[in-house]
């Protein structure tokens, strides 16, 4: 039986024949990713606005607007009325109570439920997910504490495993991989909670790993083939670890798919984050931090001299014939 094989051994892709034309998508990603932040802004759930989540599954096709009408009427606030699913799968999204008391929230949740019973005979009410607005603000803090310093933590391991340039290409690769998440979801208006957050931290771990066997094999080639010249060694360097990128890119993006079409909603959210902070995190690191390399004139001489004596003999000056 022969292993199964998705790259052939040896590959020789010239990818950064292709780095300007990256560069221009990678722009145009960021820039069209904080135009939609500022025009749209991220559609928060309960988790960091507060308030009260219901999901009702009708028997029937139910109209949108007639439905939001009834809900205004209960002078429960703006409620924020979307469908997930079918057309007939409906969550409501009420704001916390003004004067807000565990009282008020149940009160107004008792009357939404009463409303759509009588009103939709059959319909299912789900249970009532509640969050205070004392405590979606702190939750709120915690989630951008937590990618602050998951990025400041990223900072300083670089700078101490690699050389600096290393590590402001692998910073500004990862910010690309989290505008371009946060971008889908204000284009989408897909909510924002903590099971994003979640996401968004699982990404940032994945990416620098992808980020950081790239480097390794980078540094480590332009220590042993000191004449060779850098767009060479990473086209090298990128093509030897080619089969490893695609095989674990494969190997958890197919998966996470899956969960996308036939998964939980309440996991959706975080499946499709994870799914498409995959394909955008194997895109900057072939790409964004590479290409950065390339533009801070990355040089064996950029290394400890001692190192790079240690490999003087090293006589390859191109890469591998195709």
């Known amino acids: 039986m022969h292993p199964l094989k998705l790259v052939p051994d040896n590959t020789n892709i010239d990818f950064m024949a292709f780095r300007r034309i990256a560069a221009v998508i990678s722009t145009v990603l960021v820039i069209a990713s904080i135009a939609l932040l500022a025009a749209r802004g991220l559609n928060f759930g309960i988790d960091f606005v507060g308030g009260q989540l219901v999901r009702v599954s009708f028997s029937q096709d139910v109209e949108i607007d007639q439905l939001r009408q009834r809900v205004e009427a209960l002078g429960v606030g703006d409620a924020t009325i979307q469908q997930f699913g079918s057309p007939r799968e409906i969550a409501i999204r009420m704001p916390v109570p003004e004067n807000e008391t565990p009282q008020s929230a149940s009160q107004a949740a008792q009357k939404l439920r009463d409303t759509i019973e009588s009103a939709y005979p059959g319909a299912r009410v789900g249970s009532v997910e509640a969050v205070s607005g004392k405590v979606s603000g702190e939750l ?80 480590e080639n332009l220590r042993k083939f000191r004449r060779m010249g850098i767009v060479e ?75 790079v004596g240690a490999n003087a003999n090293a006589e390859r000056v191109a890469p591998r014939e195709r």
Do not use: C, H
């Not at 300083?156 to 500004?172: D, P, T």
């Not at 969960?259 to 394909?279: E, K, N, R």
């Open 233 to 307: 060694i990473l086209n090298l360097s990128i093509n030897e670890t080619l089969s490893r990128t695609v095989m674990t890119s494969l190997s958890i993006t197919m998966p996470l798919l899956v969960l996308v079409f036939f998964g939980p909603d309440v996991i959706f959210g975080f499946s499709l984050a994870m799914a498409l902070g995959i394909i955008v995190g194997t895109w900057s690191s072939m790409f964004v931090g590479n290409g950065i390399l390339i533009q801070f004139n990355v040089s064996p001489e950029s290394f400890d001299q001692k190192a």
């Open 140 to 219: 709120f803090e915690k989630g951008a504490l937590a990618l602050g310093l998951a990025m400041i933590a990223i900072a300083i391991y670089i700078w101490f495993r690699f050389e600096w340039q290393f590590g402001v290409g692998a910073l500004l690769a990862l910010a690309q991989d989290m505008l371009v998440v946060l971008g889908f979801f204000a284009l989408t208006q897909l909510e924002f909670d903590l099971n994003t957050i979640a996401a968004l931290l699982t990404i940032i771990g994945y990416s620098l790993n992808d980020k950081i066997v790239i480097f390794d094999r980078v540094r």
